[in-house]
C-alpha cells in the first residue's frame, strides 16, 4: 500500500517594528486602506483556517473510515468454477457446483462482447485507475436529483473494478444482498479498487469480473462462458454483436432480463445497450441497426439442451457420483471444482429415465403413488453404469430421495439364492439335484407357522422347484441347517461381506432365510451382493467414479480402486448361480427374460402384513415387488413398490397390479440395453465341480441300482469334495434296535420278540402322498397338509420287516422275516442241548438297509431217551385178546367196556376226569384285569391288555407251575386268552387255544 504523505502549509513570519512620528502621521493618512487590507486578510486566514481544519478532519475522518476495510488479497477475486461430470466415454454429462461457472480468460473473448460491456457499464476503463471521479461525481448529482424529483430511478457511478471488489468482499453472490451502503463502505470501495488496479492489470481485472458476474437462467449460472453455452450454445469467444448485447444488459437485472423470463424486457435492454455501442462509437449506425433488426427469442437455445439447463437427465447417476465424490475427497464438489470420470452408460441411463418419465410404452404405473427404481453395475469391476432412483426424478429434481441408493426395504426372496442355498452347497455339501421338504414349519421358539405366497406346501420336490417356485418352508430349513452345521456367527459374518450394511450380530434371526424379520438392504446393496454370484465368489464394492481431478491444479487426481474380495467359494458361487439360470424358463415372472445367451434372475416379493389395516389394505397384501436380472456381464436390481401406506389409496399390489409384473418389464428393457449387443457368455464353470447321478432324494447321495427305474434317478453338480456317493444300502437309514429277545418254549417253539418299529407307516410300501402335517409338542394338529413323496426305499427293497437269523455251532440254520414284532416259530429244526444264537434287526423286506443287530443265546433242551420195548406188556396184550402197536395196546369193545371205556366206531373212548373245583380270584396288574373261571371245558384265563409275561407275572397259580398254561394273541398284539388245566391230569384238550 503507498505510504501517504502528511501536507503542511506554510505562512510568512511577521516582524514587530518600533512606533515612530512619521509612521503615525502616515498611519493617519492611511488608516482606511489598511483597515480594508486587514479585513481581507483576516477573511483569507480565516477561510485558509476552516479549509485546513477541514482538510484534517477529513484525513483523520478518511483515514478512520478506511482502517476497518478488507485486507485485498488478489486470489479472493478468483471465481471457483463449477465441478464436471463425465460418463464412461468422457462426454460431459453435468455441470454441478452451488454456481455453475467455467471460467474463460480475456483473450478467449469476442471483441463485440468487450465492446459491448465498456458501453454499458465503464466506457472509460481503460484510462482511469479504478475510480472514474467525473462519472462517480456526475451519478452522485443524477441520483441527488432524482431523490428529489421522487424518482426510484439510479445512476451507478462504479466502475468495473469498483464492481469486482464489492462482489468481493460486500455482496452475498448468491442473494444479492449488499452487506452495506454508507459512505465508509463506499470509501472502502474506491481504495480497494484502486489497490487493486496497482496490483493487477485491465485486462485480467476484466476477466475476473466477467467471470464472477451472475447472468441469469436456471442452474445459478454464473460467469460469462457459461452463461454463453446457456443461451446461445456456444463459446464466448464466438458470439456476435447481438448475442454480446443481449448478454451486457442481463447483468443489470439477472431475473427481469432473462428473456426466458421476460422476452420484452430482455429486448429493451439490448437494444439499450446497442445504441450505448454507437453512441461512443464502439459500432456505426448501419450495425446498430442491423443488429436491433434480429429477434432475441430467434437467436436462444432451449436450455434443457445446454450442459448448464436444468433438463434432469442422468439425475439418478449424478447424485449419487457427487455423494462418492464428497466421500472419496472430503471436499464437495458442490464448491470445490472437480473433474469427475465415471462409468455412467448414456444409452442404459437414457432407458431408466425414461422409464422413471413413464415414456416407454412397455412400463406403465398403474398409480402416481408407485414408486420405483433401478441399478446396474459391471459383475466384473462394481462399476456402475446406471442409476435410476425413482419416479420423483422423472419429474425433474435433484438431490432427492434416491431409491436406488438410499432406500432400504426387506428385499424378500431376492435373498435366498446369495444365502440360504450358497452356503448349503458351502457347508451342507448338497447339490443341483438335492430334494427338499417344503411342509408347515414354526420359526424356531415360537408359535408363528411360516407360509408360502400360496399358502400350499407341496412336500418332496427338487431344490431347483423350490428355487423357481421361490417357496419359504425349504428355504429357512436350509439355513437352520446350515447353522447347526457352520455356526451362527459365521453365517452373520458372510451376509455381512456381501455388503448388507443394516445387519449385525444383534438383528440377525433365521426370518434373514426369506429376506423377512429385520433385514433391509437398497437396491445397490442387493445388486452388489448378487454379482458375487456371477464374479465367482468376490465382493467388489459398486462405485460410480474412476478418476477426480481437481480444476484447481493443486491437487494431485485421486484414481480409486477397489480390490475384489472372497466371500464365497468359486464352486458354491457357481452352483447358487446355476438354480438362478434355471430360474428364468420356469417362473412365469422371468421367462420374459429369456435371451440367446445364459440369463440369470430371482424375484422377491414382501408383504404388509398388518401394518396395512389401517389404511384399509387387506391383510398380508404385498408392498414391494423385486427383480434380480443377471448376464455374466451385468447385474441389475429393480425394485418397485410403495414408500408408505396411504388410506384407501389402494396403496397395494392386487392381482391386478401384481400380473403387470412390472419389474419383469423394467428387467427386460435394462437385460436389452445392457446385453444384446454384446451377447455375454454364462458364468464360467469352475474346477471342482464334479457331476454326480444318484437316486432320487437320497442324501448321502447313493449311486443307482442296475435296472432300477430310470424315474428314480436324477443327476446334478456338487463340489469335488463331496462328491462321495454311497451304496443304497447303506443311504437309507433303517431305525436302531434298541431290545431284542429270544426264547426256546416248553413245547418246543422258538419265541421271538423285537420292540414295535419307531416308524410304523415303513411297515408298508410308502404312498406316492405323505402326511407333512404340522404338530405341536402334545400331539394336537396345528396345520393339516399332505405332500408329494418323490421317491421311498420301499418302492424298490419293500417295507420294514423283523428279521432275526438263528444259528448253531457257527452255522446259520433259519432265516425268519415278520410282520409283527412277536412271533413263534415251530418249524425251526434245532439240535437238543445245544447252545443256539438268535440275531435280530430290522431291515427292507427285498434287500436294502438294515439296522444294528442284537444277539440272544439259549440251549435247546436234552433229547429224552428211548425206551427199550416193553415186551412183557406187549406178551399181556396179546394175551388178554388186544392188539399191539406203537407201545399201546388196543383192546376189543368187551375189554373197553369193561375198563369203563365207551366203544364207537372210531375206537374206544375213554372218559374225562372230573374237573377240580378250584377258585381263582381277579387280579389286578399295571390297570389291566386278570379274570379265571371254570366251565365244562376246563378253566379259562383273560388278561386284558397285557403280554403273556406280564400276565404270568400278575397270576401266581399260573407261576408257582401247578398249572400248565397256553396264549394266543389277538389281531390287535393286546388281549391275550388261553387255557388251564391242572398239571397232575391226564387232560388232553387243555392245549387246545380258545380263539
Known amino acids: 500500500m503507498a505510504k501517504r504523505r502528511k501536507l503542511r502549509l506554510k505562512l510568512p513570519r511577521l516582524k514587530r517594528r518600533r512606533k515612530t512620528t512619521k509612521q503615525t502621521a502616515a498611519k493617519k493618512k492611511t488608516g482606511r486602506q489598511v483597515n480594508k487590507l486587514n479585513l481581507w486578510t483576516l477573511i483569507l486566514m480565516f477561510v485558509v483556517f476552516c479549509e485546513l481544519i477541514a482538510f484534517c478532519a477529513g484525513g483523520i475522518a478518511l483515514k478512520v473510515m478506511l482502517r476497518d476495510r478488507p485486507q485485498l488479497v488478489i486470489s479472493d477475486f478468483f471465481s471457483p468454477e463449477s465441478s464436471h461430470i463425465y460418463d464412461k466415454d468422457g462426454n460431459l454429462i453435468a455441470d454441478v457446483g452451488t454456481q455453475i461457472r467455467e471460467n474463460v480468460t480475456y483473450d478467449e473473448l469476442s471483441e463485440a462482447l468487450i465492446d459491448a460491456f465498456l458501453a454499458v457499464e465503464d466506457s472509460r476503463y481503460f484510462g482511469h485507475n479504478g475510480f472514474d471521479l467525473p462519472r462517480f461525481t456526475k451519478s452522485t448529482f443524477v441520483t441527488l436529483k432524482n431523490v428529489l424529483l421522487h424518482n426510484p430511478e439510479r445512476e451507478g457511478g462504479s466502475t468495473f473494478t469498483m464492481q469486482l471488489v464489492k462482489l468481493t468482499y460486500f455482496q452475498n453472490d448468491e442473494t444479492g444482498y449488499t452487506h452495506r451502503k454508507d459512505i465508509e463502505y463506499k470509501i472502502q ?303 452373520v459374518d458372510y451376509i455381512k461381506s456381501l455388503g448388507f450394511s443394516k445387519v449385525s450380530e444383534d438383528n440377525f434371526d433365521i426370518g434373514f432365510a426369506i429376506g423377512g424379520s429385520n433385514f433391509t438392504c437398497s437396491p445397490l446393496e442387493l445388486m452388489a451382493a448378487h454379482a458375487v454370484l456371477m464374479n465367482g465368489g468376490y465382493y467388489i464394492q459398486p462405485h460410480t467414479i474412476s478418476k477426480i481431478v481437481f480444476r484447481s491444479g493443486y491437487q494431485e487426481p485421486l484414481v480409486p480402486t477397489y480390490e475384489p474380495v472372497s466371500v464365497l467359494s468359486p464352486q458354491a458361487a457357481y452352483l447358487a448361480a446355476e438354480l438362478m439360470r434355471n430360474v428364468v424358463p420356469q417362473y412365469v415372472y422371468t421367462q420374459m427374460l429369456q435371451r440367446n445367451y445364459p440369463v440369470y434372475a430371482k424375484t422377491g416379493t414382501t408383504d404388509w402384513g398388518s401394518d396395512g389395516l389401517d389404511y384399509n389394505i387387506p391383510q398380508g397384501a404385498s408392498k414391494d415387488k423385486w427383480m434380480i436380472s443377471e448376464t455374466g456381464q451385468y447385474t441389475t436390481a429393480v425394485w418397485v413398490g410403495y414408500e408408505k401406506g396411504v388410506k384407501d389409496a389402494g396403496t397395494y399390489f392386487d392381482n391386478y397390479k401384481s400380473n403387470l409384473n412390472l419389474t419383469g418389464r423394467i428387467s427386460n428393457e435394462l437385460l436389452s440395453v445392457l446385453n444384446d449387443n454384446l451377447v455375454p457368455q454364462g458364468v464360467q464353470r469352475p474346477a471342482g465341480i464334479s457331476d454326480i447321478t444318484h437316486i432320487l432324494g437320497t442324501f448321502p447321495y447313493a449311486y443307482p441300482i442296475d435296472g432300477m427305474d430310470w424315474s428314480y434317478i436324477t443327476s446334478g453338480m456338487i463340489k469335488s469334495e463331496y462328491a462321495n456317493l454311497v451304496s443304497p444300502e447303506a443311504a437309507d437309514s433303517v431305525a436302531s434296535l434298541t431290545d431284542f429277545a429270544a426264547e426256546y ?178 387280579m389286578t396288574a399295571a390297570g389291566a384285569e386278570v379274570q379265571a373261571w371254570a366251565d365244562s371245558n376246563g378253566i379259562s384265563l383273560y388278561c386284558e391288555h397285557l403280554t403273556r409275561e406280564r400276565c404270568r407275572e400278575a397270576y401266581p397259580y399260573v407261576q ?16 391275550l386268552n388261553g387255557r388251564i388245566a391242572p398239571a397232575n391230569t391226564n387232560i388232553g384238550c387243555w392245549v387246545i387255544i380258545d380263539e
Open 189 to 491: 470501495q474506491i481504495a480497494l479498487a484502486i489497490e487493486l488496479e496497482k496490483q493487477s492489470n485491465k485486462e485480467a481485472i476484466f476477466e475476473l469480473y466477467l467471470n464472477k458476474m451472475n447472468f441469469g437462467g436456471t442452474g445459478n449460472i454464473r460467469g460469462i462462458e457459461k452463461a454463453s453455452q446457456y443461451y446461445y450454445g456456444k463459446s464466448a469467444s464466438q458470439l456476435n454483436l447481438a448475442e454480446s448485447a443481449m448478454l451486457a444488459g442481463v447483468i443489470n437485472s439477472p431475473y427481469w432480463f432473462d428473456p426466458h423470463n421476460f422476452l420484452d424486457y430482455a429486448t429493451n435492454r439490448r437494444n439499450t445497450v446497442l445504441y450505448l455501442l454507437k453512441r461512443h462509437g464502439y459500432i456505426t449506425d448501419r450495425e446498430y441497426r442491423l443488429a436491433r433488426s434480429i429477434n432475441v427469442e430467434d437467436t436462444l437455445i432451449n436450455p434443457a439442451s445446454s450442459s448448464t439447463g436444468r433438463s434432469y437427465a442422468y439425475q439418478s447417476y449424478i447424485d449419487t457420483a457427487i455423494s462418492e465424490a464428497e466421500a472419496l475427497t472430503g471436499l464437495d464438489p458442490l464448491t470445490t471444482a472437480m473433474e469427475i470420470y465415471t462409468y455412467m452408460d448414456p444409452a442404459a441411463q437414457s432407458v431408466m429415465d425414461a422409464i422413471q418419465r413413464g415414456e416407454v410404452e412397455a412400463v406403465q404405473f398403474p398409480d402416481e403413488l408407485m414408486e420405483c427404481a433401478m441399478i446396474s453395475e459391471n459383475n466384473q469391476t462394481g462399476e456402475i453404469v446406471a442409476i435410476g432412483g425413482g419416479r420423483n426424478y422423472g419429474r425433474g429434481g435433484s438431490m432427492l430421495l434416491n431409491h436406488a441408493t438410499q432406500q432400504y426395504k426387506q428385499p424378500g426372496s431376492s435373498v435366498k439364492p446369495i444365502i440360504d442355498y450358497a452356503l448349503a452347497f458351502e457347508y451342507l455339501g448338497w447339490a443341483t439335484s438335492h430334494v427338499v421338504t417344503d411342509r408347515p414349519i414354526t420359526y424356531q421358539g415360537t408359535n408363528i407357522i411360516i407360509k408360502n405366497a400360496s399358502g400350499q406346501y407341496g412336500g418332496e420336490m427338487t431344490l431347483q422347484y423350490a428355487v423357481s417356485m421361490s417357496l419359504n418352508t425349504p428355504a429357512i430349513q436350509t439355513l437352520t441347517e446350515v447353522i447347526n452345521k457352520a455356526g451362527w456367527q459365521k453365517v
Open 745 to 922: 418254549t416248553f413245547d418246543g417253539k422258538v419265541h421271538i420278540w423285537w420292540p414295535a418299529y419307531p416308524e410304523p407307516e415303513k411297515l408298508q410300501a410308502a404312498e406316492d402322498t405323505m402326511d407333512i402335517s404340522l404338530y405341536d409338542g402334545v400331539g394336537n394338529c396345528l396345520v393339516s397338509a399332505w405332500g408329494k413323496r418323490l421317491f421311498d426305499y420301499s418302492w424298490i427293497f419293500g417295507p420294514i420287516r423283523y428279521k432275526v437269523r438263528i444259528s448253531q455251532n457257527g452255522l446259520t440254520i433259519a432265516e425268519k422275516s415278520a410282520d409283527y414284532e412277536d412271533q413263534y416259530y415251530d418249524d425251526i429244526e434245532l439240535l437238543p442241548g445245544t447252545e443256539t444264537e438268535a440275531c435280530g434287526f430290522y431291515a427292507y423286506e427285498n434287500g436294502g438297509g438294515a439296522s444294528n443287530e442284537m444277539c440272544v443265546r439259549f440251549k435247546t433242551p436234552e433229547k429224552e431217551p428211548e425206551q427199550a420195548p416193553d415186551e412183557e406188556a406187549e406178551q399181556k396184550c396179546t394175551n388178554n385178546g388186544g392188539t399191539w402197536a406203537d407201545g399201546t395196546c388196543s383192546y376189543p369193545a368187551a375189554e373197553c367196556i369193561e375198563n369203563g371205556g365207551e366203544w364207537t366206531v372210531t375206537g374206544c373212548v375213554w372218559p374225562q376226569p372230573e374237573v377240580p373245583n378250584i377258585e381263582f380270584p381277579p
Open 960 to 975: 408257582d407251575n401247578e398249572y400248565n398254561i397256553m396264549f394266543d394273541r389277538d389281531h390287535d398284539d393286546q388281549l
